[in-house]
């Protein structure tokens, strides 16, 4: 005690050492481990199943015949989730956008159709459907009116010179246009009057993958409608 006074710091067990070296302290044994949890039957692997198999008796294993290791777990639970009745016209929205699939002309504003004399309307359902193999295309683009006009009259005389039934007229859908679309609206006014309506079965608006609402399928007669030609059918 009194070298600690000396030096000014506490050393409590300083003598410990020597007390433990003559055996001045009393030393008591600890508590005895249960055999049953010894070292060695801790490590054993046989006991180790043993116990696994006893603390997992009378539990029944969960089945999930269609799990997958790779599935992603938000997007099953996404799947298995009861859909809406909304939940069908959101998919349909989604491939619409992403793909256009789904998307039918017919079913807009900005379709237009038209049959010859003594045509049945089924033919337009038939063109629109793409019943009919396009033989040739032109694509209206760029020009004026009237230079349209002159090349629809040389594409048509061609197109019937060498036994073409379906074309396909690219026009564009004119939403520039002020008003109305100009060569969408000339299309079918060359279609309908003139020389041209007496060779024209059908028309109608292409579908999706051909230009939609910005073309137009026609369907051409192999002879021209005549007025004998009509005396005869009203007989």
Known sequence: ???NRRTGSFKPFKQLGRLLKIESLPLYPGPKLP???GTHDAEDPVRERDLFKKAMSGVAPIVQDKYSPDEDLAAVLIHKEP???QCDVLRRLDELV????????ADTPEYHEGVGHRVHPRATRHLHGGRFSIQAHIDLHGLSAPD????VDDFLREAIRSGKRAVLVVHGRGLSSPRRPILKTKVRDWLTRGTWRKWVMAFTSARLCDGGAGATYV??????????????RRR
Do not use: H, W, Y
């Open 1 to 3: 005690m009194n070298d």
């Open 35 to 37: 055999a049953s949890i």
């Open 83 to 85: 859909c809406r009745p």
């Open 98 to 105: 992403q793909s256009g699939d789904g998307f039918i002309v």
């Open 148 to 151: 349209a006009e002159r090349a």
């Open 219 to 232: 369907l051409l007669r192999q002879r021209p409608v005549t007025r004998q030609f009509r005396k005869k």
